[in-house]
């Protein structure tokens, strides 16, 4: 267990844990969805915003209903999830500022069943994802569960945080103009596989982003020694290849949207040695 007490700082945490609001859905560009990868990576699809959009437009929404009172207060984990995104709050912060740039800190939003977005209705399937259009980051707590049962990873709460910094690194991206680029390009590009390389280069910058986040941790004393080997791991659970070889029984590297295990692990350290922002130029 890391030694998340010696981090201070609290992000933005809305806990709509056990509450299902109206709205569309499934959705969002996060890099661990499963369902976006069912739709778009194996189905042949793309992973453009506006792909996504289509699919929430057509979805029911359940009935809103109030939180439990299991979920009233503060939790373990809600105090996690917290800190993690305070701890990504401060990275960033420091790093537009020496850039000169000023950094919108994201909300996050704790959800089980579905969570109303800007993006339309989060499920329960969909899993971590942030959604541009309210800069919010959405959070099943469950998904990790399925991260271990059914992708294989090892689990553990440094996981869980790379998942966080992952989608953190999507509001970067959108801060940066980057995500913009991004969507604008795929709209223009001349074929589907061109459209899906510049998603895979797109996640494995926000793989290198989560990496920058846990570089700027190393001298903190939260991590102790081999923990961070669970990031990586995480990292290469959620490598298009990984995933479709479980789910299909075979690889194609065409319909990638999201970068190979080898792929994730090796831009997530990327930023984990160097802490160099400019080195997770995945566009170069």
């Known amino acids: 267990m890391a030694r998340w007490d010696r981090i201070k700082s609290r992000g933005n945490v809305e806990d709509r844990r056990g509450m299902s609001r109206p709205g569309l859905a499934v959705g969002g560009l996060g890099g661990a969805g499963l369902i976006v990868y069912l739709l778009f990576a194996f189905l042949g699809g793309g992973s453009g915003l506006d792909q996504v959009i289509g699919q929430l437009e057509n979805a029911q929404a359940p009935q809103s209903q109030a939180q439990p009172e299991e979920f009233a207060g503060a939790d373990d984990y809600e105090v996690f999830v917290s800190t993690v995104l305070g701890s990504t709050d ?8 020496e850039a000169g740039l000023d950094y919108v800190v994201p909300d996050l939003v704790l959800f089980r069943d579905a969570a109303s977005s800007g993006c339309g209705n989060a499920s329960s399937a969909v899993g971590p994802h942030y959604c541009p259009l309210d800069e919010t980051i959405y959070i099943d707590e469950t998904f990790f569960d399925e991260l271990v049962s059914r992708l294989g990873a090892e689990g553990g709460d440094v996981a869980e945080a790379y998942v966080i910094a992952h989608e953190v690194g999507h509001h970067v991206q959108k801060r940066l103009g980057v995500m913009e680029q991004v969507q604008s390009a795929q709209q223009s590009a001349g074929s589907q596989e061109e459209a899906n390389d510049l998603s895979v280069r797109l996640e494995l910058q926000a793989d290198c982003f989560a990496g920058i986040w846990a570089y700027s941790l190393r001298d903190a004393g939260v991590f102790l020694p081999g923990e961070i080997q669970e990031a990586m791991d995480a990292a290469a659970a959620v490598g298009d290849d990984r995933i479709q070889e479980r789910v299909q029984g075979q690889v194609n ?11 994730r692990v090796d831009w997530f350290t990327r930023g984990f040695e160097n802490g ?9």
Do not use: K, L, R, Y
Request: net charge negative.
């Open 276 to 284: 160099d922002p400019g080195s997770c130029d995945t566009f170069d």
């Open 253 to 263: 590297p065409e319909s990638w949207t999201h970068g190979s295990s080898e792929q």
């Open 90 to 97: 401060d990275t960033w912060t420091a790093i537009f500022t």
